[in-house]
């Protein structure tokens, strides 16, 4: 008899247990910067002011130019490491699950590679195809023919990129860099036959020197750039949407107040939700194009429905 009615006392925890889902936990996660300053920076003060009300603790792991805190890697259940360089110092000496913010596909491929035994997740900075292709045909959409420059580590976007391009109405025409000896003579291929140049963030045609050479070759030409980032854009791309770091930290909240963080799976992709997008004005007007401002731009590529 007594051990009947401590069954019936023990009832409403035992049904709560039951019914309440396991990835609800509270999880504490630590956050490791690449630099204390910058854009990351940036992404860590944007993230402290949009995270309100998760159900999670973030913890300041300190950032790899400033000494990193392995105490606070040793005791979180999740480890967030903003930037390619954060991550390259964290993976190798935990074995907690690790997703990397503010890398590009090219950089999260890499470092899978490298650690294919760690539990390792990504949300990228790459943009859909789709996302380029809208911005193009609102910023300049005269253009019918589209360059792309494909490198050895983008050559299974290629045929994303042409159906984009297709759904768009442009043409586009992409032609396969092996080495920086054949950028030059394949960029001047491209400009030939192409209205308008596309770049995206391939590490052999994306390098210092490799977008120095596409961006003195296609003002040669008068021939607009559309890129991935505001640096390009700021060196004298046309325009580009790309994730700001604010961008980046909007997105990662949401995705902490989701079940997903407690179901973090070894080689998920996050894909970028929200954008922003630049627009080099002087460029616009040299090339006599009336480009919208930002903002309605913004709207327009989103299709009407940005955050």
Known sequence: ?????QFFILLPTLLCALVLPTTARAMDIAIVLSQSGGAHRVFAETLRVVATGIPHTLRDAGSVDTGVNPERLRQADLIIAVGARATQEVLPGVKKPVLSVLVSRAQYQSLSESYPDAVYAAMVLDHPASRHMRLASIVAPNIKQIGLLVGPDSVELEQGFVAAAADAGVRLTPRRVGSQEELLPQLEQLLQVSDALLMIPDPLVASQAAARTILLTS?????????????YVQAGALAAVFSAPDDVARDLADWLRSKSPANLQKGTELQPQRFSVAVNRQVARALGMDVPSDEILAERVAGGARR
């Open 1 to 5: 008899m007594r051990l009947c009615w």
């Open 219 to 231: 003002y040669r030409y008068r021939k607009p750039i559309l890129a991935y980032s505001q640096a």
